[in-house]
């Protein structure tokens, strides 16, 4: 097949390619909270912290109270409870004159305290204090201190404490905005000189730090452009082996400013998953382009270079971003939005959006929303029902904590903290393609019935036969996903005249089908000329469009994602593509006859999930009367 070379033109940047980000099993927590966490009054939650059985909130709030209790306690800043029924710790009592930011547990046991306060139990202690976790004692032997500005984050690995914030002086020596201290005796450690500085507008910080579980890198961001005088606009990664250094990693998606003036910065919050291959930037600002504002954005650990992209981008829409926590396979977000997938949306649903109220939680692989959806609404008459910041998500032993600025989550009274606990939770697997060979191609033609044809997944075909499959009507591209058949159907009840069903496939059966989503319409699926799903996206043609197009899918919840992109492809005329399918890496398709006239061809071209060389494809069979290969229903499934 003789076809002229294909360039793709992209509307939106092509994601770092998603070869090796295969499908995982993400362990979500409940979206109910639990009932047996306090509720603090005035001010917000920052920061969480659990030693044993105990757990340690922080945060700016004047008053708590035990759930279900029917007066207040006096508990300014910091405040301990027991987390298997929610009772305050009465002996726990220390004094501070200032909101607590961060908490964190060096090896000792004792609990490191960082915020914005000057004295502690009657004693200076600027910034950063260690105390005694059954009293709130002051830990004498730690000398550690901000001399300069808040801690706004603490992070402990073995014995290294690192810190974060607004200072510029730490025990008495030049730190800017980073440091790293002896975790047990708030010793600076002289060999980490990380210097961040130079504001976009307004005060110089570092608002979001964490450091992967080996304690070989770090990655901050915050309000800076500048870090050991090289350019770091917002964000730098820093690799801690030996002598700290600051990586070669830069990203130009947070150097242009966003559409509102009242964020001097805009990436707001970092996390690293579990095993430290890759950490998500959170942000807020209004809409620009070009730039990450009001995003949720994955970037590759071990990546280096310049003007990297994120692996994959999520946009709420013109909403604020403020907290993310990567944990079990899964991207918990938090803030002020109301969308998630929602690029096409400026301060409304735009096509595509899902509706999450301000709790979210994403698949790894594509940046999709699962099906999880707490939302920030339930507070009671006369409390606060919906405020501008969540400060934190925080993965403690028994789930997901959150803390923020108001009083309902989940629909129920909360005030300004939750836990949403694993118990209750549910795990959503890991799907995919089917993987294995040999197995059939299917293959459309006459409503009601498929044509099944054995093959090896290489080269050879096997004699092919009629199924009956009633289920099946008004068919046009099909893909199997696991033990699913996903397929687009002429559907005059639906806005755009057709949608994208879902039925159960084993046997080699296809089952009743249902709507896949609500929000799944909008991209008319009847124009798309064959289909198949690979490593949480759904690639196709379209009618009359010589281009390999991309879309992200989640199978949990069975959403599209909004934005759609091209492969860079050649050597292969797209618009005579009918059906596509994907077999052990390779895109088997049918080609429609030149003119319409005679049977279709069956191809395959080797597929590596960034580009397509129509150079390398092969004729797998010239098709016939009774095996017409020209049709966009062709799928492979393994029965």
């Known amino acids: 097949m003789s076809v002229p070379a294909l360039v793709a033109t992209l509307l939106v940047a092509t994601p770092v390619a998603a070869a090796g980000l295969t499908p995982v099993a993400s362990t979500l927590t409940s979206a109910n909270p639990a009932d047996t966490t306090p509720h603090a009054q005035n001010g917000d939650v920052k920061a969480f912290a659990e030693i044993g059985n105990t757990v340690y909130v922080g945060g700016s709030f004047t008053s708590v109270k035990s759930p279900g209790a029917a007066s207040w306690t006096a508990r300014n800043y910091l ?53 005694d976790p059954a009293t709130g004692a002051t830990v004498g032997s730690f000398v550690g201190r901000s001399d300069g500005g808040l801690v706004r984050r603490t992070i402990v690995r073995g014995n290294q404490l690192y810190i974060a914030g607004a200072f510029h002086w730490v025990n008495g020596t030049y730190h800017s905005l980073l440091a790293r201290l002896n975790a047990t005796s708030g010793a600076i450690d002289a060999t980490f000189q990380i210097d961040a500085a130079v504001a976009r507008t307004s005060s110089e910080l570092v608002w979001g730090l964490d450091v992967t579980p080996d304690n070989s890198t770090l990655v901050a961001v915050g309000n800076f452009t500048e870090v050991n005088g090289l350019p770091r606009n917002q964000v730098v990664l820093v690799e801690l082996a030996g002598t700290p250094t600051v990586a070669d990693w830069s990203t130009q998606r947070y150097v242009h400013p966003c559409s509102s003036s009242a964020f001097p910065f805009y990436a707001r919050d970092v996390d690293f998953s579990d095993d430290g291959s890759y950490f998500v930037i959170v942000a807020d600002g209004g809409l620009a382009s070009g730039a990450y504002c009001d995003s949720i954005a994955r970037f590759e650990t071990a990546s280096r270079g310049s003007a990297i992209d994120g692996t994959w981008v999520n946009f709420t829409g013109h909403d604020s971003v403020t907290s993310v926590e990567v944990a079990d396979n899964t991207v918990y977000v938090a803030g002020h939005f109301r969308w998630l997938n929602n690029a096409n949306g400026n301060d409304k649903a735009g096509p595509g959006a899902i509706d999450r109220y301000g709790y979210g939680a994403l698949d790894p692989i594509n940046g999709m929303p699962l099906a999880w959806n ?99 009507t008004s068919v046009g591209a099909a893909f199997a996903l696991h033990n699913k058949l996903y397929w687009s159907k002429t559907d005059p009840a639906a806005p755009s005249g057709s949608s994208l069903q879902v039925s159960m496939f084993t046997g080699g059966t296809v089952g009743a089908p249902w709507l896949s989503s609500g929000y799944n319409s909008w991209f008319t699926p009847a124009t798309m000329t064959g289909a198949f799903y690979l490593d949480g996206r759904m690639y196709y043609t379209r009618s009359g469009q010589n281009k390999l197009f991309f879309r992200y899918l989640e199978p949990d919840g069975s959403t599209i994602g909004c934005t759609e992109f091209t492969i860079p492809s050649q050597g292969v005329d797209w618009t005579r593509v009918r059906g596509l399918t994907w077999v052990g890496g390779k895109i088997v398709y049918g080609v429609r006859p030149l003119l319409g006239l005679g049977s279709g061809s069956l191809w ?30 062709l799928f492979y499934a393994t029965s």
């Open 79 to 131: 405040f301990a409870y027991d987390r298997a029924t929610g009772a305050l710790k009465t002996d726990f009592t220390p004094v501070l004159d200032g909101a607590v930011h961060a908490l964190a547990v060096n090896p000792d046991g004792k609990l490191i305290v960082g915020g914005a306060f000057k004295n502690v139990n009657g004693v200076a202690r600027l910034n950063l204090v260690a105390l």
């Open 374 to 472: 707490p939302g920030r609404g339930g507070a009671p008459s006369g409390t606060t029902n919906w405020g501008p910041v969540v400060w934190e998500l925080w993965r403690g032993s028994t789930g997901v904590y959150a803390g923020y600025d108001n009083d309902g989550t989940g629909g129920e009274y909360h005030g300004r903290m939750a836990l949403f606990p694993l118990a209750g939770g549910r795990v959503a697997p890991a799907v995919n393609a089917p993987q294995t060979t040999p197995g059939f191609l299917y293959l459309g033609g006459t409503s009601g019935q498929l044509t099944r044809v054995p093959f090896d997944g290489a080269s050879t075909l096997g004699t092919a036969t009629v199924v009956s499959q009633p289920n099946l």
């Open 604 to 633: 395959a071209v080797p597929f590596d999930e960034t580009a397509v060389d129509g150079a390398a494809a092969v004729q797998l069979s010239a098709g016939s009367t009774d095996t017409d290969w020209s049709s966009s229903t």
